[in-house]
């Protein structure tokens, strides 16, 4: 897996002063001279996270599992661009690729399903990546562009970095907030769990 966050520290600079304006319009202190870090901590320790919707970051998620995916997917303000199957299953067959959450011996159960579906796509060449998609198992890698504004991401690693979530999703969680610059990790690290 890899993570990488493409929001510049500029952007978030900027999205960070926005939502401090935003905190401070609530209380008529719009004029009023302040550092956005001290308002947005003042912010979260006082759980008035709406404002932190102003701030969004945007991630590239290289190599997960489809069943990681759909458990992202759960988390509904958030924005996925999924690589299609429709366009990529024929090739990807043909590629390899590996899953860092595989158990030590699992590989070849694994190499067996692959090979499966590689000897029905080219058993039957006319049926459809649509419909090859249904062999398809959880294991099966994508890659994806992620959205999500701070106060959704912090539900998310409250969440999901608790030694009960998926530990794929632990990994991304803490990939995911260990991107993130280390001026703006104040707006998340209160939400880390610690690692077992």
Same mark, same amino acid.
């Given at each position: 897996m890899n993570v990488e966050l493409l929001t510049s520290?500029?952007?978030?600079?900027?999205m960070e002063e926005n939502a401090a304006l935003a905190a401070l319009t609530c209380h008529d202190n719009a004029d009023k001279e302040h550092v956005p870090a001290e308002v947005l901590m003042r912010i979260i320790k006082l759980r008035h996270e709406s404002v932190l919707e102003h701030i969004t970051l945007t991630y590239r998620v290289v190599n @997960?599992? !489809?069943?990681?995916?759909?458990? &992202?997917?759960?988390? !509904?303000?958030i924005s996925l661009s999924v690589e299609s199957t429709r366009h990529t299953l024929r090739k990807k067959l043909n590629s390899k690729f590996e899953l860092d959450f595989l158990r030590e011996g699992?590989?070849?159960?694994?190499?067996k399903a692959i090979e499966n579906i590689k000897? @029905?796509?080219?058993?039957?060449?006319e049926v459809p990546n649509d419909e090859l998609k249904y062999y398809l198992p959880?294991?099966?890698?994508?890659?994806?562009?992620?959205?999500?504004? @701070?106060?959704?991401? !912090?539900h998310i690693l409250n969440l999901r970095t608790s030694p009960a979530a998926l530990k794929e999703f632990r990994s991304l969680a803490r990939a995911m907030f260990?991107? &993130?610059?280390?001026?703006?990790?104040?707006?998340?690290?209160?939400?880390?769990?610690?690692?077992?």
């Open positions: 520290p500029a952007s978030l600079s900027e @997960i599992t !489809r069943a990681l995916l759909q458990e &992202v997917s759960r988390h !509904r303000h699992a590989s070849g159960e694994w190499l000897r @029905i796509a080219d058993t039957y060449p959880e294991f099966w890698p994508t890659n994806l562009i992620l959205t999500s504004n @701070i106060r959704e991401l !912090r260990k991107a &993130v610059p280390d001026e703006f990790k104040y707006l998340l690290k209160d939400c880390i769990h610690e690692e077992e």
